[in-house]
């Protein structure tokens, strides 16, 4: 189906542990996002990128590694994760127009 | 900078009530786009407006409308005669636009609504 899919939905993992957060889209979008969605303070975007082999950092980057081998995949890897990392994590991809988001990734670090 | 500013944290209203969602930005930029998103209870995010810095006109879908002013930098949303569907977290959003047509959103905060049968 065309869209934007995350996986996995839901993960549990333990302090210092890498993590690997995957993003799908089947719409041949330019750019990617990654936002990760805390109470209090909306969604904060982490890393995006314009293209293949193209990733900047957005606001919240420390902690975390993109990478973007493939126009439609663009994993987030939280390389030793640690409890602030406890999240809802949002994948994003647009054109030139508006974003439109996956499902999350409800991701819980103890 | 860029900044969105939704000062309601959270609003209760009965169904039938209309209700209006506020929204402030901050932003240098002469060209941005603002944005609505809804996120219902399910977690999903979903998209509900996009209007440009040039277009300050006034839309409505069904029961929605939207009300842009540039001289008070806000972008409120009001739902009439609200229903327990429109039940959600709204969030608006601001972004300048790029020479590359890249738009990066700044989000604020959110403004849950709940509406009560």
């Known amino acids: 189906d065309a869209g934007i899919t995350q996986s996995p939905r839901y993960k549990i993992t333990e302090t210092g542990r890498q993590v690997t957060l995957m993003c799908h889209q089947t719409?041949?979008?330019?750019?990617m996002f990654w936002y990760r969605q805390d109470l209090g303070h909306g969604l904060r975007l982490i890393y995006y990128s314009a293209a293949a082999d193209i990733t900047d950092k957005g606001e919240v980057p420390d902690g975390y590694v993109v990478s973007r081998s493939k126009t439609e995949n663009f994993p987030l890897t939280l390389e030793s994760a640690t409890r602030s990392q406890t999240s809802v994590y949002f994948c994003a991809s647009s054109g030139t127009g508006e974003q439109f988001f996956g499902p999350g990734t409800r991701l819980t670090v103890l | 900078a860029q900044k969105v500013t939704q000062a309601q944290t959270e609003i209760s209203v009965v169904e039938k009530e209309d209700v209006t969602l506020d929204c402030v930005y901050e932003t240098r930029d002469t060209t941005y786009y603002l944005f609505w998103y809804k996120q219902p209870p399910s977690g999903e995010l979903v998209f509900l407006i996009r209007?440009?810095?040039?277009?300050?006109q006034n839309e409505i879908s069904g029961r929605y409308s939207w009300n842009f002013q540039k001289s008070t930098s806000s972008f409120n949303f009001t739902i009439t005669a609200s229903q327990v569907v429109d039940s959600a977290v709204y969030f608006c959003?601001?972004?300048?636009?790029?020479?590359?047509?890249?738009?990066?959103?700044?989000f604020g905060t959110g403004t849950r609504l709940l509406v009560s049968p």
């Open positions: 959003a601001l972004s300048g636009v790029m020479n590359t047509g890249f738009q990066k959103l700044v």
């Open positions: 209007r440009n810095s040039f277009d300050e």
């Open positions: 719409w041949s979008h330019s750019y």
